[in-house]
């Protein structure tokens, strides 16, 4: 059964011009584009949408971080999404990321790593909702 997993490209990846090179990454491995905006979020959204992190010391660099520039957000359908699609951007720190994964060809830090991969169907979901309607869906 096909199921949904949702990315961001990072402001650090849109900023260094890696937009086109990691969708065709993504695509390449399969995935089907569901929704895709590019915008940028205040710091209140990136405070809510992470807040499931708010006592880690890297909190506020986060938030100053993802509210720093414009991110492509997106909606990506496969079969074994979320766990694929976290193998394909590999680890948080790229520099213990698998070789071809995209924190390991686009990622310069642990903090700026490029692309976000929700970690669980249900966050899946509650993440799609924060970017998206259901007339944003195809
Ligand atoms: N992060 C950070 N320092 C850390 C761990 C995480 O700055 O030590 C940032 C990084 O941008 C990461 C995000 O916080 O992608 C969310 O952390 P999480 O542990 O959920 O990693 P992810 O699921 O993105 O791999
Ligand atoms: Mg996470």
């Known amino acids: 059964m096909s199921n949904i997993t949702f ?14 090179p990691i969708l065709a ?4 491995a399969g995935f089907k584009i569901v929704a895709m905006k590019f915008l940028k ?9 992470y ?10 660099e986060l938030i100053e971080y993802m509210s720093s520039g414009p991110i492509v957000a997106a909606i990506l359908e ?10 394909l951007i590999g680890a948080t720190d790229p520099a213990k990321a ?10 310069k830090s642990i903090a700026e790593n490029a692309i976000h991969g929700s970690d669980s169907n249900e966050n ?4 799609a909702n924060f970017f998206f309607s259901q007339l944003e869906r195809f």
């Open 41 to 49: 979020i205040t710091k209140e959204q990136a405070a809510q949408f």
């Open 51 to 60: 807040i499931v992190h708010k006592d880690r010391p890297f909190y506020n």
């Open 7 to 20: 990315t961001m490209i990072k402001p650090d990846a849109v900023r260094n011009n890696y937009i086109g």
């Open 78 to 87: 496969k079969e074994n999404a979320v766990e694929d699609f976290r193998k």
């Open 98 to 107: 698998e070789p071809g994964t995209i924190r390991k060809e686009f990622a």
């Open 124 to 127: 899946a979901i509650i993440e």
């Open 25 to 28: 990454k993504i695509n390449q």
